[in-house]
């Protein structure tokens, strides 16, 4: 069972809009840790049997790299999800991050 921080992880996490990206620190600021960003990619870590869903996926690093690719599913892999999308990666990375970032801070 969840406790009150990955609750509150995996709904912002769920609002993030497809074909949109958004980083760790943004979660965290959002959700008041704005010094909790590798909490957030922990807790992401488990999310991928969640129901409903949790697209952590939509989630990287503060300069577009999909850090947490490796513990993704083979199945679903990070990148592959990303790009079903109409996100463009290149290198492990998003490309044109600063146009497909979405702020939770700014956006809620």
């Avoid at 969840?2 to 965290?28: M, S």
């Avoid at 679903?76 to 990666?89: S, T």
Wanted: charged share 20%; hydrophobic share 45%.
């Amino acid at each position: 069972m969840a406790d009150g921080f990955e609750r509150d992880v995996y709904a912002l996490v769920r609002q993030v809009p497809a074909g949109r990206v958004t980083t760790y620190g943004a979660v965290a600021k959002a959700l008041g840790k704005p010094m909790g960003a590798r909490q957030v990619g922990w807790v992401l870590n488990n999310s991928f049997k969640c129901v409903p869903s949790v697209p952590a996926h939509r989630v990287v690093n503060r300069q577009g790299l999909l850090t947490g690719a490796v513990h993704f599913p083979a199945d679903r892999p990070m990148d592959e999800q990303l790009k079903a999308e109409g996100v463009n990666i290149a290198a492990g990375a998003v490309v044109e991050f600063e146009r497909v970032f979405w702020d939770p801070n700014q956006e809620l």
